[in-house]
């Protein structure tokens, strides 16, 4: 399976730092003279929170859900902080007026501004300290269409009730919603378009399962908070949580913010909440998919409710990728496949372990991939059967020709089209030996957002005593509460809830897919992927495109094909050529100049084949 996402891990480093052109209008000096960081301590755990100067230099605004009342308030802008106190608050919009006199002269307050609503897909800009980091960074992402546009008709179900319960902001509030994950500590922040207007402040989101609903109070709240006759905080701020907003802690430690660089550019993953199963699947976009592996695996697990298994969910602050790792496991970026090489073969894990097999635990990285056929064109995110092929590249990576074959889990297979270009694909992969007994089983998610896929992979493994594998189906061992089994039962449903911020713009256009076609038809225009066996022994195999290997005593050397016509493969390995027909039998080789002799005769392996030769 290694070849699978780890060649495209450097497009994952490089992807996450590619800047475009409308970022490049981006003023980072303007936005940080006018940004703060706003930190509530003195009552339950300290928060840090975004703030923004306005009209002068001592007036800060953040959001309300962010500063308990009778909480100690600081507020710092370019490295000077200082102590803050409650003017005015609007509970209806989630705001706060807090002044904080003798910030320094080179902090800069917005004067003004924009009421008018940014266009849908317009590009806007923020500035805030996430997950309690001491320096500010800015964050992009896009306004959304939503009409009407209020928080009652963004969000439904338990989410809403949610906000009903907490008593702010209103429910029948006028918001912009965005499309972006909105990262812890942001809230309060200011929102400004491409052309540095004022348009709103950062305030959302609630939970919507890994993700969150994301919203921005337009700018002229702000109007109505400066005429406010209350300075009351709300008891309930107070209780507020990671349940509720995006309001930060802060302080980072190794198991809050996960660094790590690549080629020169840094990379920060955040820990935006920890919760149960039950919490995330409650307003879950794939619901039906979480409970399927539950149904398949949690009574072998000696799981009885989803409350039992809890997770740590992780945002990428730059494309809004979201992960899950089973809470208490360690998220690493390390080389899992070759630890004692020179091998630069680096993922982003989570518990992994080694094995005959490659690796047990949960990796993930970018998804892209290269499908060659006799073109060898590119198969884009963007392509209608950009799945259906990706399907393919998955049973032909984890085949290992006279050693290991693949079947997909056609009980697994979910492909959801959220509509806009956002999908999500998820399936498992058993793999067998050619005694049909199963060496591993990988669970996939790949999410596609903005053309873009990202994926996880999960690998559980039969070897050792306890496990999914040793339980599932296994009358003769009680494996109840068996704490393997547990483990890797969370590691296959962290793989599932891999995604993307915002993927679901719109659950009402969801369409689920459980049964479509993938490329398993072994003819004259697929002939990419077949293992060609004389017997017992495979001879051939085509592994990608052109490139073929050839097989003779246990050893391979790799042949270029060099041409192919009338159903007959002409390729060269080394000293030799060979002359194969694609749909099986007699087969030649000639040496440099010589004449074609016959050599053996070889049959395509076709699905069930192994099975039946080895009855």
């Not at 915002?502 to 993938?518: C, H, K, P, R, V």
Request: glycine share 8%; aromatic share 10%.
């Amino acid at each position: 399976m290694r070849i699978l996402l780890s060649k495209y891990l450097p497009g994952l480093l490089l992807a996450l730092t590619a800047i475009s052109e409308s970022q490049a209008q981006y003023d980072p000096d303007f936005m940080e003279a006018r940004s703060v960081r706003v930190v509530a301590s003195g009552v339950g755990k300290t928060r840090a929170s975004s703030g923004f100067l306005w009209k002068s230099r001592d007036q800060v605004i953040t959001s309300l859900h962010s500063v308990p009342g009778g909480s100690k308030v600081s507020v710092e802008c370019r490295g000077v902080r200082k102590p803050a106190t409650v003017l005015k608050t609007l509970p209806m919009a989630d705001l706060i007026l807090l002044k904080a006199p003798g910030l320094p002269a080179s902090c800069q307050p917005f004067t003004s501004f924009e009421a008018k609503k940014p266009q849908p897909f317009a590009t806007l800009f923020t500035f805030g300290y996430h997950a309690g980091a001491k320096s500010g960074t800015s964050r992009k992402f896009e306004k959304g269409h939503a009409n009407p546009e209020r928080l009652n008709t963004l969000i439904t179900g338990v989410p809403l009730q949610a906000i009903k319960d907490f008593g702010m902001p209103s429910t029948n509030l006028d918001i912009y919603y965005v499309q972006g994950g909105l990262l812890p500590g942001y809230s309060g922040g200011p929102v400004v378009d491409q052309n540095k207007r004022l348009v709103g402040i950062v305030d959302g989101g609630l939970n919507k399962g890994t993700s969150s609903y994301n919203w921005v109070i337009p700018a002229k709240y702000l109007d109505k908070l400066m005429v406010s006759a209350s300075s009351a905080i709300p008891r309930q701020v107070a209780q507020s949580s990671d349940k509720h907003f995006s309001s930060g802690i802060d302080e980072v430690t190794e198991a809050t913010v996960v660094n790590y660089e690549q080629d020169g550019v840094q990379h920060s993953w955040v820990l935006t909440k920890t919760q149960s199963l039950q919490e995330l699947a409650a307003t879950a976009d794939d619901a039906e998919g979480v409970d399927q592996l539950l149904n398949l695996f949690a009574a072998s697990a000696g799981v009885t409710a989803a409350e039992q298994l809890v997770f740590d969910i992780y945002q990428e602050q730059t494309e809004g990728l979201i992960i899950a790792v089973p809470s208490g496991q360690v998220m690493k970026y390390e080389n899992i496949e070759s630890p004692e090489s020179d091998d630069e073969d680096y993922w982003l894990t989570s518990s992994p372990e080694q094995m005959s097999g490659g690796f047990t635990g949960i990796r993930f990285a970018y998804a892209d991939f290269d499908v060659h056929n006799d073109l060898k064109e590119i198969i884009s995110p963007e392509a209608e059967d950009y799945f259906q092929h990706l399907i393919t590249e998955l049973l032909l990576d984890c085949v290992n020709p006279g050693q290991t074959y693949c079947q997909l889990q056609p009980d697994m297979m979910r492909l959801i089209d959220f509509g806009g270009g956002n999908k999500v694909l998820r399936l498992g992969i058993a793999n067998f030996d050619y005694q049909n007994n199963p060496t591993y089983f990988d669970y996939y998610s790949f999410a596609v957002k903005n053309n873009k896929p990202f994926g996880a992979q999960a690998r559980i493994s039969p070897e050792g005593d306890t496990g999914l594998f040793q339980c599932i189906g296994n009358t003769q061992q009680n494996c109840q509460n068996t704490a393997t089994a547990r483990v890797q039962l969370s590691q296959l449903i962290s793989a599932q809830l891999t995604s993307f911020a915002g993927l679901n713009t719109g659950s009402e256009q969801a369409t689920l897919q459980t049964d479509f076609a993938y490329d398993n038809s072994w003819d004259d225009t697929s002939t990419w992927f077949i293992p060609y066996f004389e017997g017992q022994e495979v001879r051939f195999f085509n592994t990608r495109g052109y490139e073929w290997r050839v097989y003779f005593g246990g050893e391979y050397q790799v042949a270029t094909e060099i041409s192919r016509e009338n159903g007959m493969v002409v390729l060269q390995a080394e000293e030799l050529f060979y002359t194969l027909p694609i749909a099986g039998g007699q087969y030649f080789y000639s040496p440099p100049g010589g004449e074609w002799a016959p050599y053996g005769s070889i049959q395509p392996l076709q699905q069930g084949a192994v099975q039946s030769d080895q009855q």
